[in-house]
């Protein structure tokens, strides 16, 4: 079982500045592909930046030039460098991991969310 915390939401001023943090515990054997989504009130869920297991990023073209996506293999936890907020970037921000992890015998897929770490931009 494969467990997936954020941490690091909050309240800032519009042009303020966030840093999230996503931690993953658990019998992992490899990481893959992993992302940070948002979902505000009304809306459904949206991708807001991913990460390959090679480090190669991607981007909602609402957040580029603000946010970056990083990633600690070794201390299995992802980030989220968020500047230049906006009140539009309010939402409940959630990390997902995929990879692999050890099972009995061999490895099988895995794929997690977090519980979600609420960010409120003010203006």
């Known amino acids: 079982q494969v467990q997936v915390v954020e941490s690091g939401g909050g309240l800032v001023q519009a042009g303020g500045s966030l840093r999230l943090s996503c931690a993953a515990s658990?019998?992992?054997?490899?990481?893959?592909?992993m992302g940070w989504y948002r979902q505000a009130p009304g809306k459904q869920r949206e991708l807001v930046a991913g990460?390959?297991?090679?480090?190669?990023?991607n981007y909602a073209d609402s957040v580029k030039g603000r946010f970056t996506i990083s990633r600690d293999n070794a201390k299995l936890t992802m980030f989220l460098q968020m500047n230049s907020l906006k009140p539009e970037d309010t939402a409940v921000y959630y990390c997902?991991?995929?990879?692999?992890?050890?099972?009995?015998?061999?490895?099988?897929?895995?794929?997690?969310w977090g519980q979600g770490t609420q960010v409120t931009v003010s203006s």
């Open positions: 997902n991991w995929r990879g692999k992890v050890y099972t009995s015998p061999g490895v099988a897929d895995f794929g997690s």
């Open positions: 658990g019998s992992i054997f490899s990481t893959d592909n």
């Open positions: 990460i390959t297991s090679g480090g190669k990023t």
